[in-house]
Protein backbone atom coordinates (compact mmCIF):
# COMPACT_ATOMS: atom_id res chain seq x y z
CA UNK A 1 0.00 0.00 0.00
CA UNK A 2 1.44 3.53 -1.23
CA UNK A 3 1.35 6.50 1.05
CA UNK A 4 2.69 9.90 0.77
CA UNK A 5 3.05 12.31 3.27
CA UNK A 6 2.39 15.87 2.34
CA UNK A 7 3.37 18.33 4.81
CA UNK A 8 3.01 15.89 7.94
CA UNK A 9 -0.62 14.64 6.37
CA UNK A 10 -0.19 10.73 4.84
CA UNK A 11 -2.35 10.44 1.54
CA UNK A 12 -3.09 6.95 1.25
CA UNK A 13 -3.19 6.34 -2.46
CA UNK A 14 -4.89 2.03 -2.33
CA UNK A 15 -7.65 4.28 -3.53
CA UNK A 16 -7.05 6.03 -6.17
CA UNK A 17 -6.94 10.11 -6.64
CA UNK A 18 -7.64 13.07 -8.36
CA UNK A 19 -4.68 16.22 -9.33
CA UNK A 20 -7.06 19.13 -11.04
CA UNK A 21 -4.51 21.42 -13.15
CA UNK A 22 -4.64 24.70 -12.97
CA UNK A 23 -2.55 26.94 -15.38
CA UNK A 24 -1.83 30.02 -15.17
CA UNK A 25 -0.06 30.32 -18.25
CA UNK A 26 -1.24 32.01 -21.25
CA UNK A 27 -0.56 29.75 -24.34
CA UNK A 28 -1.37 26.09 -22.28
CA UNK A 29 -2.98 23.75 -25.16
CA UNK A 30 -6.08 23.06 -23.20
CA UNK A 31 -7.02 26.44 -20.65
CA UNK A 32 -4.30 28.77 -21.51
CA UNK A 33 -5.30 32.30 -20.88
CA UNK A 34 -8.94 31.20 -19.20
CA UNK A 35 -8.26 32.32 -15.75
CA UNK A 36 -8.26 36.03 -16.07
CA UNK A 37 -8.96 37.10 -12.43
CA UNK A 38 -8.09 36.11 -8.70
CA UNK A 39 -12.00 35.59 -8.43
CA UNK A 40 -11.67 32.98 -11.76
CA UNK A 41 -8.74 30.61 -9.83
CA UNK A 42 -10.61 30.45 -6.40
CA UNK A 43 -14.20 29.47 -8.02
CA UNK A 44 -11.99 27.00 -10.56
CA UNK A 45 -10.46 25.71 -7.18
CA UNK A 46 -13.21 25.51 -5.17
CA UNK A 47 -15.23 23.51 -7.56
CA UNK A 48 -12.27 21.22 -8.17
CA UNK A 49 -12.01 20.71 -4.69
CA UNK A 50 -15.64 20.05 -4.11
CA UNK A 51 -15.85 17.83 -6.87
CA UNK A 52 -13.30 15.91 -5.72
CA UNK A 53 -9.52 16.57 -5.87
CA UNK A 54 -6.83 14.91 -3.31
CA UNK A 55 -3.98 17.74 -5.22
CA UNK A 56 -4.29 21.15 -6.92
CA UNK A 57 -1.63 21.03 -9.75
CA UNK A 58 -0.59 24.48 -10.60
CA UNK A 59 1.83 25.32 -13.35
CA UNK A 60 3.24 28.99 -14.90
CA UNK A 61 5.46 27.17 -17.51
CA UNK A 62 3.65 25.61 -20.58
CA UNK A 63 4.74 22.57 -21.11
CA UNK A 64 3.04 22.03 -24.73
CA UNK A 65 4.72 20.57 -27.47
CA UNK A 66 6.58 23.86 -29.15
CA UNK A 67 5.60 25.78 -26.02
CA UNK A 68 7.49 29.22 -25.58
CA UNK A 69 10.14 29.16 -23.37
CA UNK A 70 10.01 31.74 -20.48
CA UNK A 71 12.01 33.35 -18.19
CA UNK A 72 12.45 31.93 -14.19
CA UNK A 73 11.19 35.25 -13.40
CA UNK A 74 7.74 34.98 -15.53
CA UNK A 75 7.56 31.83 -14.49
CA UNK A 76 7.75 32.96 -10.64
CA UNK A 77 5.57 35.96 -11.04
CA UNK A 78 3.10 34.04 -12.33
CA UNK A 79 2.78 30.84 -9.84
CA UNK A 80 3.30 32.31 -6.64
CA UNK A 81 1.04 34.95 -5.93
CA UNK A 82 -1.58 31.99 -7.08
CA UNK A 83 0.09 29.81 -4.36
CA UNK A 84 -0.34 32.79 -1.94
CA UNK A 85 -3.80 33.38 -2.72
CA UNK A 86 -4.46 29.77 -2.83
CA UNK A 87 -3.02 29.00 0.24
CA UNK A 88 -4.84 31.98 2.24
CA UNK A 89 -8.22 30.68 0.74
CA UNK A 90 -7.97 26.93 1.27
CA UNK A 91 -5.90 26.21 4.28
CA UNK A 92 -4.99 22.33 3.93
CA UNK A 93 -4.88 22.53 0.57
CA UNK A 94 -2.49 19.91 -1.28
CA UNK A 95 -0.66 21.96 -3.49
CA UNK A 96 1.93 20.51 -6.23
CA UNK A 97 4.23 22.94 -8.09
CA UNK A 98 4.48 21.75 -11.97
CA UNK A 99 8.00 22.90 -12.53
CA UNK A 100 11.55 21.69 -14.22
CA UNK A 101 13.52 24.45 -12.49
CA UNK A 102 14.83 24.00 -8.64
CA UNK A 103 14.79 27.71 -7.31
CA UNK A 104 10.85 27.81 -8.82
CA UNK A 105 10.12 24.94 -6.88
CA UNK A 106 12.24 25.96 -3.91
CA UNK A 107 10.38 29.40 -3.39
CA UNK A 108 7.16 27.67 -4.53
CA UNK A 109 7.57 25.27 -1.14
CA UNK A 110 8.79 28.41 0.99
CA UNK A 111 4.87 29.89 -0.22
CA UNK A 112 2.97 26.83 0.44
CA UNK A 113 3.58 24.36 -2.05
CA UNK A 114 3.76 20.71 -0.53
CA UNK A 115 4.24 18.69 -4.05
CA UNK A 116 6.66 18.68 -6.55
CA UNK A 117 5.54 17.77 -10.32
CA UNK A 118 8.87 17.58 -12.60
CA UNK A 119 8.07 17.29 -16.57
CA UNK A 120 11.86 16.54 -16.71
CA UNK A 121 12.79 14.32 -13.66
CA UNK A 122 15.43 16.42 -12.50
CA UNK A 123 17.48 16.17 -16.13
CA UNK A 124 17.10 19.85 -17.06
CA UNK A 125 18.31 21.14 -13.61
CA UNK A 126 21.02 19.91 -11.26
CA UNK A 127 19.40 21.81 -8.34
CA UNK A 128 16.24 19.88 -8.50
CA UNK A 129 16.42 16.64 -6.16
CA UNK A 130 18.63 18.25 -3.68
CA UNK A 131 16.17 21.05 -3.27
CA UNK A 132 13.20 18.49 -3.11
CA UNK A 133 15.27 16.45 -0.72
CA UNK A 134 16.29 19.50 1.25
CA UNK A 135 12.00 20.22 1.91
CA UNK A 136 11.37 16.45 1.89
CA UNK A 137 8.13 16.90 0.05
CA UNK A 138 6.77 13.86 -2.31
CA UNK A 139 8.15 13.80 -6.08
CA UNK A 140 7.05 13.32 -9.24
CA UNK A 141 8.90 12.57 -11.78
CA UNK A 142 8.00 12.33 -15.31
CA UNK A 143 9.37 10.52 -18.51
CA UNK A 144 10.54 12.95 -21.29
CA UNK A 145 13.49 13.28 -24.07
CA UNK A 146 14.71 17.15 -24.43
CA UNK A 147 12.59 19.90 -23.59
CA UNK A 148 9.49 20.82 -24.80
CA UNK A 149 10.97 23.06 -27.22
CA UNK A 150 12.84 19.80 -28.51
CA UNK A 151 10.84 16.70 -27.92
CA UNK A 152 8.22 16.56 -31.01
CA UNK A 153 11.59 15.26 -32.72
CA UNK A 154 12.99 12.39 -29.80
CA UNK A 155 10.22 10.06 -30.68
CA UNK A 156 12.98 6.93 -31.90
CA UNK A 157 12.92 3.90 -29.19
CA UNK A 158 14.33 0.25 -30.06
CA UNK A 159 11.93 -0.32 -27.21
CA UNK A 160 10.16 2.10 -26.09
CA UNK A 161 8.79 0.41 -22.55
CA UNK A 162 12.23 -1.12 -21.92
CA UNK A 163 13.77 2.50 -22.02
CA UNK A 164 11.21 4.25 -20.03
CA UNK A 165 11.47 1.57 -17.43
CA UNK A 166 15.42 1.78 -17.58
CA UNK A 167 14.89 5.89 -17.41
CA UNK A 168 12.58 5.10 -14.01
CA UNK A 169 14.93 2.65 -12.39
CA UNK A 170 17.92 5.28 -13.08
CA UNK A 171 15.90 8.51 -12.52
CA UNK A 172 14.70 6.25 -9.07
CA UNK A 173 18.02 5.67 -7.89
CA UNK A 174 19.32 9.22 -8.21
CA UNK A 175 16.33 10.78 -6.43
CA UNK A 176 17.03 7.59 -2.94
CA UNK A 177 20.38 8.83 -3.52
CA UNK A 178 19.72 12.70 -2.42
CA UNK A 179 17.37 11.69 0.33
CA UNK A 180 14.01 12.16 -1.62
CA UNK A 181 11.42 9.47 0.25
CA UNK A 182 7.85 9.88 -0.99
CA UNK A 183 8.17 9.23 -5.18
CA UNK A 184 5.65 9.45 -7.89
CA UNK A 185 6.40 8.42 -12.03
CA UNK A 186 4.54 9.60 -14.46
CA UNK A 187 4.58 7.86 -17.80
CA UNK A 188 4.89 11.39 -19.49
CA UNK A 189 2.13 11.07 -22.18
CA UNK A 190 2.09 13.05 -24.98
CA UNK A 191 6.08 13.69 -24.64
CA UNK A 192 8.60 12.48 -26.76
CA UNK A 193 5.85 9.90 -28.02
CA UNK A 194 3.82 9.71 -31.16
CA UNK A 195 0.30 9.04 -30.74
CA UNK A 196 0.68 5.11 -30.86
CA UNK A 197 3.74 5.34 -28.81
CA UNK A 198 1.24 6.83 -26.69
CA UNK A 199 -1.33 3.72 -26.91
CA UNK A 200 1.77 1.44 -26.42
CA UNK A 201 2.27 2.70 -23.37
CA UNK A 202 -1.12 2.73 -21.95
CA UNK A 203 -1.65 -0.35 -22.86
CA UNK A 204 1.27 -1.92 -20.83
CA UNK A 205 1.46 0.68 -18.14
CA UNK A 206 0.66 -2.13 -15.61
CA UNK A 207 4.72 -2.73 -16.49
CA UNK A 208 5.97 0.60 -14.75
CA UNK A 209 4.39 -1.27 -11.36
CA UNK A 210 7.21 -3.32 -11.07
CA UNK A 211 9.11 0.03 -9.23
CA UNK A 212 7.05 -0.01 -6.91
CA UNK A 213 6.67 3.20 -6.74
CA UNK A 214 2.86 5.14 -7.19
CA UNK A 215 1.85 6.04 -10.92
CA UNK A 216 0.10 9.33 -12.25
CA UNK A 217 -0.98 9.48 -15.47
CA UNK A 218 -1.92 12.51 -17.47
CA UNK A 219 -4.04 11.89 -20.58
CA UNK A 220 -6.52 14.61 -19.97
CA UNK A 221 -7.63 16.59 -23.03
CA UNK A 222 -4.31 15.28 -24.88
CA UNK A 223 -3.90 15.19 -28.76
CA UNK A 224 -3.49 11.19 -28.43
CA UNK A 225 -6.96 11.31 -27.66
CA UNK A 226 -8.14 14.71 -29.79
CA UNK A 227 -6.21 13.64 -33.48
CA UNK A 228 -7.39 10.47 -33.06
CA UNK A 229 -11.48 11.02 -32.54
CA UNK A 230 -10.48 13.98 -34.94
CA UNK A 231 -11.88 16.39 -32.58
CA UNK A 232 -10.45 19.25 -30.23
CA UNK A 233 -9.13 19.24 -27.03
CA UNK A 234 -11.96 21.41 -26.29
CA UNK A 235 -14.44 18.12 -27.19
CA UNK A 236 -11.75 16.05 -25.60
CA UNK A 237 -14.20 14.66 -22.85
CA UNK A 238 -15.40 11.91 -23.70
CA UNK A 239 -12.45 10.22 -24.83
CA UNK A 240 -10.69 11.11 -21.66
CA UNK A 241 -12.67 9.82 -20.03
CA UNK A 242 -12.39 6.31 -21.93
CA UNK A 243 -8.55 6.50 -21.41
CA UNK A 244 -9.02 7.07 -17.76
CA UNK A 245 -10.74 4.04 -16.83
CA UNK A 246 -8.06 1.64 -19.32
CA UNK A 247 -5.33 4.40 -16.82
CA UNK A 248 -6.53 3.18 -13.77
CA UNK A 249 -6.99 -0.74 -14.58
CA UNK A 250 -3.56 -0.49 -15.64
CA UNK A 251 -2.52 0.54 -12.32
CA UNK A 252 -2.60 4.43 -12.12
CA UNK A 253 -3.01 5.55 -8.52
CA UNK A 254 -3.11 9.29 -9.59
CA UNK A 255 -5.28 11.12 -12.59
CA UNK A 256 -4.49 13.88 -13.71
CA UNK A 257 -7.41 16.03 -14.86
CA UNK A 258 -9.25 19.26 -16.22
CA UNK A 259 -12.36 17.89 -15.25
CA UNK A 260 -12.30 16.48 -11.77
CA UNK A 261 -16.02 15.45 -11.33
CA UNK A 262 -15.85 13.13 -14.50
CA UNK A 263 -12.46 11.88 -13.30
CA UNK A 264 -14.26 10.92 -10.08
CA UNK A 265 -17.51 9.03 -11.47
CA UNK A 266 -14.79 7.24 -13.42
CA UNK A 267 -12.98 6.17 -10.30
CA UNK A 268 -16.04 5.10 -8.49
CA UNK A 269 -17.00 3.16 -11.58
CA UNK A 270 -13.84 1.21 -11.49
CA UNK A 271 -14.45 0.87 -7.65
CA UNK A 272 -17.66 -0.83 -7.95
CA UNK A 273 -15.84 -2.91 -11.25
CA UNK A 274 -13.06 -4.21 -8.64
CA UNK A 275 -15.18 -5.01 -6.00
CA UNK A 276 -17.54 -7.36 -7.95
Aim: proline share 3%; with cysteine.
Amino acid sequence: MHTINCNGRLIDLSKPRVMGIVNVTPDSFYDGGKLKTDVDLLQQVSKMLSDGATFIDIGGYSSRPDGTDVSIEEELSRVIPMIDLLKKEFKDLNLSIDSFRGSVMKKAIEHGANIVNDISAAMLDDTVLETVAQHQVPYIMMHMRGTPQTMKSLTNYANLLQEVNYYFSERIAAARVAGINDIIIDPGYGFSKTASQNFELLKQQELLLAHNVPLLAGVSRKSMIYKTLNTTAAHALNGTSALHMVCLQNGASILRVHDVKEAMEVIALQSMLNSN
